[in-house]
């Protein structure tokens, strides 16, 4: 069951991030929430009244299909999420947090107005936007590796920190994230880890060198 109840307070201190790029008519319209694990931010069919930009924690975007099945269509640690509603009159997917999560909320009405009205900050929102159109295409070209591993390793080298990758979600949700089934899932980091290709610990997965040879299939 997901949660919809949610606390929030106007933000007293912008993070610089959203300092820079929010012009400062803006800042002040802003508010900060401490929202709890699997609460739901927004749901498909809503009409959106707020862009929300995660300061902590992680927030989902899923689709459900007509089978019941859900489809993860993104998950973002840091930065703006549900993008594409600044333009549209309802939500596509489901937003919701996976952990305890913080986020500020800017009001959509004054930030389309804002766009429409301050030339450098659409310059700023464009560039923000080509970063993320960037981040989508390798989202999508780990998804066309056929193989498992390969993905995995994909993921570590592409959105990990030196060779790194936080793990802040539970390996069923990851394997949702890279399309496959939970138990293959398993099975690869199992293999990695043991003909030494990553090591995993505690909250990490952590490439021991490197990946540019793909694992031999077993």
């Known amino acids: 069951m997901i949660i919809v109840i949610y606390h929030h307070m106007t933000i007293k201190l912008l993070p610089q991030i959203l300092k820079h790029l929010l012009p400062a008519s803006l800042h002040d319209q802003c508010e900060a929430e401490d929202v709890e694990a699997n609460t739901a931010l927004f749901l498909t069919g809503e009409t959106p009244r707020w862009m929300f930009f ?17 489809a993860c269509l993104q998950r973002c640690q840091s ?13 596509h997917c489901d937003g919701r947090t996976s952990v305890d999560t913080q986020v500020a909320k800017v009001p959509i009405q004054a930030l389309r107005q804002a766009l429409k009205s301050d030339a450098d900050f659409a310059e700023r929102w464009i560039a923000m936007l080509s970063r993320e159109v960037r981040q989508l295409r390798l989202q999508n070209e780990r998804l066309s590796l056929p193989k498992v591993q390969d993905r995995l390793l994909h993921l570590i080298e592409t959105e990990g920190t030196d060779g790194q990758y936080a793990l802040t979600c539970s390996v069923k949700d990851l394997a949702k994230q890279l399309a496959v089934t939970h138990e293959s899932l398993y099975r690869a980091i199992a293999r990695l880890v043991e003909c030494g ?3 995993r610990g505690d909250g990490f997965l952590a490439l021991k060198f490197e990946s540019s040879t793909p694992p031999k299939k077993r």
Do not use: K, N
């Open 54 to 70: 995660v300061l902590d924690g992680e927030v989902v975007l899923e689709r459900h299909g007509m089978d019941g099945q859900q």
């Open 79 to 91: 930065g703006f999420v549900g993008e594409a509603s600044l333009t549209s009159s309802r939500y």
């Open 197 to 199: 290709r990553i090591e």
